[in-house]
């Protein structure tokens, strides 16, 4: 299995670790990353075949009377309880099963989670593609939950894992990369799907099994990760595949770690278990940004417009064609870039990437709103040149948010927990995620409907608050090693630090903090 080129890379503490980054590697990263594939498809889908004549007039008829009622509020067309359950019971659905995930990942393993993960996107995607009511399309789009939600636990862990440390943020961005990848050939699909009638939508959403056989038939030939493996009892299988993926026997350094390591998380946990010890003063400033960087992911707004970008845009007063396009262009914005951030991230800092984004954000979230304000009243549409400034703003907002919130949402949480804590953390950081996906998802048709165009002047009021909040709460841990995050950035930064007192009494400094 060697390949690639010959590296040696350092451990936590400067020892150097043999190996290669062998294709194999690669080719286990890129098949998990097919899990942000799956996730990137569905939210890209859901907006494209809601915004379809043939799905409205067969599963939401008042819904597709009311847009083709001449003189309806723009705003309020597509305002309809059901119609929002169809796009936002899936990350309901997410929600729980992450949390089903993590126990998953630790029992089974992260490769057999995300076979689970395809096997249960696959029946969801038969479910929907064939679907002859609204239930058979809502339990669909459940299973579809069931499987992101394994998927989106047991990915980014995998590619952690498998990673050599040097190149361990660009695998893992990868994930993020996917998902866009997935929004954008989402949004192709349902540019041409809109064309085929009747079937055209069922076409769309029946093209979410092929990200899943390629996920579910790539993981029947990438390994298991040799953390997973030691951590249940299989040290000799651990060491073998550490071996092959490394593409050396000379492993021993590395190896020897990942021991210490699980020896120590078995340890604490036999202590104490790792949901009770994030409860613990110290545990409060990763497990409070991870929790914060992804409610702050959401408040964006992001997800109002990667899930209901067609429908946003034809409330803008695009024609059905126009706006799928302007999806596709919004969606290669995104793809764009999420590369540049995986070159930048590690050069130009996290703290900075987000400041600047919040900048960005807001002259454009502002300057849409008063475009809306000014020139999309309820029941007529912005002139050509304006719909085209809306476009390019939005673009601008989109490339922002893509080399910012939506892979740093990810890799923060990723870095800042202690080993002891770590798996249980992110499984907040990801069911934060789903739960604010599901509340956007659900409420912002009814929003829009309600608060017209102020409803870009809400998510900007968000952006203000989000830069408060990496100017004072959040310290910058490029360039610091993971297990120095204690010493190195919590003990220095001016608020988080009396978390960590010197004469350390746990009620007070629990008060403290
Ligand atoms: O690129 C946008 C996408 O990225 C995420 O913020 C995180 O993966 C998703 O919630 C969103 O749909």
Redesign the pocket.
């Known amino acids: 299995m060697a390949g690639g080129f010959a590296v040696s890379k350092s451990g936590a503490d400067g020892r150097e670790f043999k190996g290669r980054i062998t294709w194999y590697v690669w080719m286990c990263g890129i098949v998990a990353a097919t899990s ?1 594939l799956m ?2 498809y569905d ?2 889908i859901s907006g494209g075949v809601t915004a379809m004549d043939d799905f409205l007039e067969l599963f939401f008829p008042s819904v597709y009377a009311r847009k083709h009622r001449a003189r309806e509020n723009n705003y309020c067309k597509f305002d309809d309880q059901r119609l929002q359950l169809f796009t936002s019971s899936l990350y309901l659905a997410a929600l729980v099963a992450s949390f089903v995930a993590s126990r998953a990942c630790s029992r089974f393993g992260r490769k057999r989670t995300m076979q689970a993960a395809s096997v249960f996107f696959l029946a969801g995607t038969a479910l929907c593609a064939s679907a002859t009511n609204i239930a058979m399309l809502i339990v669909g789009r459940v299973c579809l939950g069931v499987g992101v939600g394994f998927g ?1 636990q047991a990915a980014p862990l995998f590619l952690s894992e498998i990673a050599p440390a040097h190149v361990r943020g660009a695998l893992n961005i990868l ?2 990369l996917n ?2 990848v997935g ?1 954008l050939i989402a949004s192709v699909v349902n540019y041409f799907a809109s064309r085929a009638h009747p079937l055209g939508w069922r076409y769309a959403l029946g093209g979410a099994a092929a990200p899943a056989a390629v996920l579910f038939l790539g993981s029947l030939a990438i390994t298991e990760t040799p953390t997973s493996l030691v951590e249940r009892g299989r040290t000799d299988a651990g060491r073998r595949t550490l071996e092959k993926i490394r593409g050396t026997a000379d492993v021993g350094a590395e190896f020897d770690e990942i021991r210490a390591a699980c020896d120590l998380a078995r340890a604490l946990g036999e202590e104490e278990k790792p949901y009770r010890r994030l409860m613990r003063p110290e545990s409060r400033p990763p497990l409070v940004i991870a929790i914060a960087m992804q409610v702050f ?2 408040f ?1 707004g ?2 109002a417009l ?2 209901y970008a067609p429908v946003l845009f034809q409330t803008m007063g695009f024609e059905t064609d126009g706006s799928l396009l302007s999806a596709v262009v919004t969606g290669s914005v ?1 793809v764009v870039s ?1 590369v540049v951030s995986i070159v930048l991230v590690d050069r130009v800092g996290r703290r900075k990437l987000l400041l600047e984004a919040c900048a960005q954000m807001l002259v454009a979230q502002t300057a849409v709103g008063a475009i809306m304000l000014v020139h999309v009243r309820a029941n007529n549409n912005p002139s050509q040149s304006w719909a085209v400034a809306i476009v390019v703003l939005i673009c601008v907002y ?1 490339s922002s ?2 080399w910012s ?3 740093l ?2 890799l923060i949480p990723s870095e800042t927990f202690p080993l002891e804590t770590r798996t249980a953390g992110f499984s907040f950081a990801v069911s934060s ?1 789903m739960l604010f ?1 599901f509340l956007i998802a659900q409420a912002f048709l009814s929003m829009m409907c309600s608060m017209r165009a102020f409803i870009f002047f809400f998510f900007a009021a968000w952006i203000v608050v989000m830069a408060i909040f990496v100017l004072t709460l959040l310290p910058e841990t490029k360039g610091v090693s993971i297990d120095e995050m204690v010493d190195r950035v919590w003990r220095r930064h001016w608020f988080w630090k009396r978390c960590f007192a010197d004469d350390y009494d746990a009620a007070r400094v629990y008060d403290n903090c």
């Open positions: 942000g996730f990137g939210v890209g989106n994930f993020q998902v866009t929004i992911q959401q964006t992001i997800n990667m899930f995104n999420t989109v948010f893509a919130w939506g892979p949402g990810w995620n996906t």
